[in-house]
Nanobody
Framework: QVQLVESGGGLVQAGGSLRLSCSAS????????MGWFRQAPGKEREFVAA??????AYADCVKGRFTISRDNAKKTVFLQMDSLKPDDTAVYYC?????????????????WGQGTQVTVSS
């Protein structure tokens, strides 16, 4: 069992930056794909970024602006978000799946955090 807690969300102006954190309890992260997803009001949950032992993946809409990283010793995954746009406004969720390579499909993640709100004003 893995429990995930996100933090770092908030209100920021367009062009600004935020850094999200996801702290995991339970097993270590080395054998897990850790993903970030987001859901805006009235929209489906969408993939943002993921990191595994061997690779990373990003949604096209965040490439070059967001960076995912992990600290296995601290069991924490980060999402650095730069050049934020109003379209990035959403609840951001951290997810975990036992996989050596990245998983980009939400249905393949059994463990989820409670989410953290990110609001980007224009």
């Amino acid at each position: 069992q893995v429990q995930l807690v996100e933090s770092g969300g908030g209100l920021v102006q367009a062009g600004g930056s935020l850094r999200l954190s996801c702290s995991a309890s339970g097993r270590t992260l080395e054998s897990y794909s850790m993903g970030w997803f987001r859901q805006a009001p009235g929209k489906e949950r969408e993939f943002v970024a993921a990191i595994s032992r061997f690779n990373t993946a990003y949604a096209d809409c965040v490439k070059g602006r967001f960076t995912i990283s992990r600290d296995n010793a601290k069991k924490t995954v980060f999402l650095q978000m730069d050049s934020l746009k109003p379209d990035d406004t959403a609840v951001y969720y951290c997810a975990s799946a036992l996989a050596l390579r990245v998983v980009t499909t939400s249905t393949q993640y059994p463990y989820w955090g409670q989410g953290t709100q990110v609001t980007v004003s224009s």
